[in-house]
């Protein structure tokens, strides 16, 4: 059974930093990709940064240098480095992770799993 675990989620006032971490695990053979989405109240969930396991990385466009993803292979954990934040960055973060399983003696995948959301929250 795969878990992804996130941590790292708070309230920050504006111009502060939070670093978010999710850590997979559970029968993984290996991490494809894993990535950060968000979903303020009201909106629909959105990509904010994603990273694949050879380290090629994608960012909105709201959060390019301002947030730095980092993937560590050998933990299967994925970080979200946060600085610079916004109001309008307030939201549940999500991990989503396509990972590579066992099933009987074989690799397959990738398969996509999300974690259970941490919330952000920048204000004043």
């Known amino acids: 059974q795969v878990q992804l675990v996130e941590s790292g989620g708070g309230l920050v006032q504006p111009g502060g930093s939070l670093r978010l971490s999710c850590a997979a695990s559970g029968g993984i053979v290996s991490i494809a990709a894993m990535g950060w989405y968000r979903q303020a109240s009201g909106k629909q969930r959105e990509l904010v940064a994603g990273?694949?396991?050879?380290?090629?990385?994608k960012y909105a466009d709201s959060v390019k240098g301002r947030f730095t993803i980092s993937l560590d292979n050998a933990k299967d954990t994925v970080y979200l480095q946060m600085n610079s934040l916004k109001p309008e960055d307030t939201a549940v973060y999500y991990c989503d992770a396509l990972v590579v399983l066992i099933i009987g003696t074989t690799p397959e995948g990738p398969y996509e799993y999300w974690g259970q959301g941490t919330q952000v929250t920048v204000s004043s």
């Open positions: 990273i694949t396991s050879g380290g090629t990385t």
